[in-house]
């Protein structure tokens, strides 16, 4: 169960030094199975024993996708 206090800063789109990315930020996953592919973070799945998000792929084949925090890069 992810702590209100976390969910609460991911939501209002505050970053901490535990969880870089907040909602809807635009990512591209780095590398593993998913890599390459684009997509907006939807919302923290886990933070241990490492941060994992849930993205939201922006083009085909679509269905949100778990991604190590550590397997993303923040698009501007």
């Given at each position: ?55 939201e792929p ?19």
């Open positions: 169960m992810i702590p209100k206090q976390v969910e609460d800063a991911f939501f209002a789109g505050k970053r901490t030094a535990n969880v870089r990315v907040v909602v809807n930020d635009a990512v591209r996953v780095t590398s593993g199975p998913h890599a390459g592919r684009e997509g907006a973070v939807v919302s923290i799945v886990t933070l241990e024993p490492e941060v994992t998000l849930l993205v922006g083009s085909p084949p679509y269905g949100d996708i778990e991604v190590p925090q550590s397997l993303l890069a923040l698009l501007t």
